[in-house]
């Protein structure tokens, strides 16, 4: 099957400072992306859904000035988290679609982030 | 709005044993119905999937059947394997959007 992968795998970082974590879609195009939040015994919780070379659409309640996503080639996008505060800490997942429905979301392995 | 409720977990099983999983769900329309699963280390992966009332989505000895008048999607196994220890997600899907909303998910762990 298509294998998206993600990087860094964890991250640890200080208060007040940004983060970024990259998806790539390795075997395929995707031409469209979905950042997810995870938090314990939650469910996911979809953030934002970006389309390669066009600006992300945010769910209602996430901050698109602390959560920056780039979409820039059919093949890679990026979640920057600015500013990063403690409750940020969280469980990033990202998932990439060649086109179609549900069933063609393929995840990423998830970015743990912790803030100190 | 749309919402998905599953059995918490963990659910601890020996081997062979019959696997059920519960999710209810909650929609507007018609939703498609999924079944993911995530193994320790990895993404989640389409374990299963049902488009319509009263399909039956069926991979790896999982089966699922999408009961409209229950408005749930129980997941069940006949005989777990140790290698089926991991997370499993119920979602749901709906109209033409690819906006998926998952459950809480349920981690599931087989002892030999």
């Known amino acids: 099957g298509a294998v998206v992968s993600q990087h860094p795998s964890w991250v640890i970082c200080k208060s007040g400072t940004s983060v970024k974590i990259e998806c790539r879609s390795l075997?395929?195009?995707?031409?469209?992306m979905f950042w997810y939040r995870q938090f314990p015994k939650q469910s996911l919780m979809l953030m934002a859904t970006?389309?390669?070379?066009?600006?992300?659409?945010?769910e209602q309640g996430v901050e698109k000035d602390k959560f920056l996503i780039n979409h820039a080639s059919l093949t890679l996008s990026t979640l920057t988290v600015t500013s990063a505060h403690p409750e940020d800490s969280s469980f990033y997942i990202c998932?990439?679609?060649?086109?179609?429905?549900?069933?063609?979301?393929?995840f990423g392995p998830g970015t743990r982030l912790t803030v100190l | 709005g749309n919402s998905v409720t599953q059995m918490e977990g963990p659910v601890t099983l020996s081997e062979e044993a019959f696997l059920t999983i519960n999710c209810t769900y909650t929609?507007?329309?018609?939703?498609?119905l999924f079944w993911y699963v995530q193994y320790p280390g990895e993404g989640l992966q389409l374990l299963l999937k049902?488009?319509?009332?009263?399909d039956k989505g069926s991979n790896k000895g999982f089966e699922a059947t999408y009961r409209k008048e229950t408005t749930s999607f129980h997941l069940e196994k006949g005989s777990v394997q140790v290698s089926d220890s991991a997370v499993y997600f119920c979602?749901?899907?709906?109209?033409?959007?690819?906006?998926?909303?998952f459950g809480t998910g349920t981690k599931l762990q087989v002892i030999p």
């Open positions: 998932s990439a679609s060649s086109s179609g429905g549900a069933d063609t979301q393929y």
């Open positions: 979602a749901l899907n709906s109209g033409g959007y690819q906006k998926v909303t």
């Open positions: 075997d395929f195009q995707a031409t469209t």
């Open positions: 970006s389309n390669e070379g066009s600006k992300a659409t945010y």
């Open positions: 929609a507007t329309g018609y939703p498609s």
């Open positions: 049902a488009t319509k009332a009263d």
